[in-house]
């Protein structure tokens, strides 16, 4: 099996992490793992994006994702998964934290927040979408949302939810654990 995903979010939202887990994980299942972070301007809220490539039959040479070749995207707010468009292949799956932040442009009034992001998502590909900023305050802290969206995409891969705990375990610190391994259980059974 190969497949590519991409992580795409705002700076702060924890994209990084998810992709240190995700790659933690399948290399534990003795995959083929390439990774590679884009950060843009992420301590200011820009963009970041994270490709991983993973394989257990083949090996990889590349750790970029092409455009229409990402199995799936996860994405950690609206926009940015309208940006991550192009990069979905087809019949390939978005799934979205349906959370919005403001860039900078529309902060200060130079731009707007486009309208109809989900719209626009739902129409180019198979989506799912879900409030982990709900989820993982529910949980015990809005900052555990990207591991709320790790667990939802952990359940299309072919691991048990016991081992995905191991690999969060691995890398998370011990004083955030427990919320973060109830975060992704809420995101695992969504």
């Given at each position: ?8 979010g ?43 490539r993973?394989?257990n ?52 009034g ?24 709900e ?56």
């Amino acid at each position: 099996m190969k497949k590519s995903v991409i992580l795409v979010g705002v700076g702060g939202q924890g994209a990084i992490l998810t992709a240190k887990i995700l790659v933690n994980g399948l290399i534990r299942k003795g995959y083929d793992v390439k990774m590679s972070e884009v950060h843009g301007m992420s301590q200011r809220g820009g963009s970041v994006v994270t490709y991983v490539r993973m394989s257990n039959d083949k090996p990889l040479y590349s750790s970029i994702v092409e455009q229409g070749q990402a199995d799936v995207v996860l994405a950690f707010e609206n926009l940015e998964a309208v940006r991550a468009l192009p990069y979905i292949k087809e019949g390939g799956t978005m799934v979205i934290n349906t959370q919005e932040i403001l860039p900078m442009p529309v902060i200060t009034g130079a731009a707007q927040y486009p309208a109809n992001c989900l719209e626009r998502t739902r129409a180019a590909c198979k989506t799912v979408e879900i409030n982990a900023v709900e989820i993982a305050h529910e949980c015990g802290t809005y900052k555990a949302a990207n591991v709320v969206l790790m667990g939802v995409l952990a359940k299309s891969l072919p691991f048990s939810a016991e081992e995905w705990k191991k690999a969060i375990t691995a890398c998370v610190k011990p004083k955030f654990l427990d919320v973060n391994l109830l975060a992704f259980e809420r995101g695992f059974n969504y």
